[in-house]
């Protein structure tokens, strides 16, 4: 029943919303949002130290931005911290789990000396194997402890089956009695998880292989507390070109999901591209709205090797990955115009292009604009950069737009502003209009169109690329046309 279809996010707020993080909420939103069920938000937030309400804050408007939407919370994992001190109390008083006085000076010992033995390294167990009367004693001396789970002894093991990776078994005697409970008191990831994962009554785990180590173990704690235990997923981790954990250090901004934002991604381009660094169709389609996605998403198809994030941070060119790059031009040159504008407008504003008659008078001349443009743009951020031109008369020359089309032809230096002139005594001025002044000009200078063409794609909006300059010209109209050209000499000086 959809009811029981219970999944969650439970990120350690201790930085940012990571993309590897957003991945992972991506997927447990698509299987919840697939199957009538619900997404908790919980924010395992038990680590004082390095917990920040920065974090907290940049996580949720991380996961909003990407309208990854959560049905339950955000909880907060230290609101619950009479549960977990509650389910360490049971395991101790059922006999799961037990109290170890071992100094860290002691474990490091056995340690070292297990290591030189080249047994195993693992703990001892010597105080699950105490006597009444020695554990009532150093309880009574107030000795510090730490808790631990009993790990069952003998040939037995654990197993369950995930959804992605298949039987995973791993023998009781591979696992130590592992720590639940700190000697401050406070309850560790291993039990606390479980517990919150009780409470919220999650039917299924998704999360990154980096977690096998734990689900093991979690699940001895699931079957000491009584519970039933969920269904496990493990994605494959993204590792960058060299087959290293993408990390912050290692790779800059790019891992987090607010540079994505403010580098003018879309943000279902965004959940596009990192469905795919975990899961595919099994067809080569890599283009998915929303609907398409949820309907064609299962757990079992989600891969089993490592994902590859290509970035290349020694090549200018590629700013992220070019798949990405590549998935954000997709959507934003198919997208509604007016919708695309919408989001342009903050971009423009704050580039200084904004004018408030875009959503009037000039509102079609706008989304003409961004149509005839956004052609070659990967973000909106190349908006205002690369098309300034459209906007102002203050923009940038693309350097190899000024060498070859402009400093190549000395003769453009006068031939630009006389076409000027003569484009300004035409009353209707069109694209055909225009295309016959600039013939007949071409042919008296005997001259090539492409030169006096391409001087004017420089001059006209600094660039080297781009629309045919006819519609270039009806389109940004005679004044602005006839100014620019008329003021080409500017260029040439050094
Ligand atoms: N807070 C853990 C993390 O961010 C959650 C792990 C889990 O999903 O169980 O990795």
Redesign the pocket.
Known sequence: MADDVRLRF???PTGYLHIG?AR?ALLNWLYARKHGGKLILRI?DTDAERSTEESIQGIIDGMEWLGIDWDEGPYFQTEFATDHKKAAATLLASGHAYKCFCTKEDLDAKREAAMAAKTQVGYDKTCRYLSAEEMQSKEEAGLPFVVRMKVPSGDGFVSYDDKVLGTMTRNYSDIEDFVIVRSNGSPL?LLC?VVDDIRDRISH?V??Q??LT?THRQILVYQALGAKIPVFAHMPLTLDTKKKKISKRSHGEIVAVQWYQKNGFLPWALCNFLVLLGWSSGDDKEIFSQEELIEAFTLERINKSNSIFNYRKDDPKFITDPKLLNTNAHYLRSMDLAELAELLKPIFKDAGLWQDSFESEQKEWFHTTLAMTRERFYTLNDFPTEARGWFSDDFSMDDKALKKNLLKHEGLKQWLPELGLQLEALEDFTADTCKEVVKDFCSAKDIKMGVPMNGARAVLLGQIKGPSMFDIFAHLGKDTVVRRLKDAGKWFKT
């Open positions: 439970p990120p350690s993080g992972t395992e990831y998880n785990v999360r990154g980096d977690h734990n």
